[in-house]
């Protein structure tokens, strides 16, 4: 299946994302870590989701080679959606995402081994993210922020790493999307002169 349109993107994405919570789900069910039970909703964990997603943003923004990897993977792919597209497939990846690393994962190794939960947990997040080593590095630190996130900022609440991933992603998605938009406009007005 080539990705060449936005109706492709989003049905591949789309369909990624149910398989991959499906199995979060089923593996969890079968080694009795409760996910969905983790998401509490509370105005202040909301906020710290909020206040944590503009922190990792900024911490992270001045590494502008990151964000030219991550356009040069899904740049054509993001450009093509509508801003509610984003929307959407953030909050997704968000929940998808932190159900199977935050939820099922490291609750799950840290039955034997709490340290050994978060270092193995992010580790394994950074390398699916890594697009290049540098990029595996910082998406395991980012990890290591939503994984703090979860234990260590009041009760265990699955709803703060949510939040704070869906948000650094949304704007990451269209930041992507924008610069690869001017990349094209301008390179259709170069062609034209």
């Not at 369909?15 to 202040?44: E, G, Y």
């Not at 093509?80 to 497939?89: E, G, H």
């Not at 949510?162 to 001017?182: N, P, Q, S, T, W």
């Amino acid at each position: 299946m080539t990705l060449n349109t936005r109706e492709d993107f989003l049905t591949f994405t789309g369909l990624f994302l149910f398989i991959m919570l499906s199995i979060t789900l089923l593996v969890a069910h079968w080694a009795q870590v409760p996910i969905t039970t983790q998401v509490h909703w509370s105005t202040r964990d909301f906020g710290i989701g909020c206040v944590a997603a503009l922190g990792m943003f900024l911490s992270f923004s001045w590494l502008s080679s990151l964000r030219d990897l991550a356009g040069e993977a899904l740049g054509k792919s993001l450009a093509q959606c509508r801003l509610y597209d984003l929307v959407l497939m953030a909050i997704l990846v968000g929940i998808v995402e932190e159900f199977l690393f935050r939820g099922l994962l490291e609750q799950w190794i840290a039955r034997w081994s709490p340290i050994g939960s978060f270092i193995i947990t992010n580790v394994i997040f950074g390398l699916l993210h890594a697009v290049s080593p540098l990029y595996a590095i910082m998406a395991g630190i980012l990890g290591g922020i939503l994984s703090l996130l979860t234990w260590w900022v009041g009760d265990f609440n699955l709803l703060r790493p949510i939040v704070a991933h869906a948000l650094y992603d949304l704007v990451g998605f269209v930041l992507i999307a924008e610069e690869y938009r001017k990349k094209q406009s301008d390179a259709e007005t170069t062609d034209m002169l």
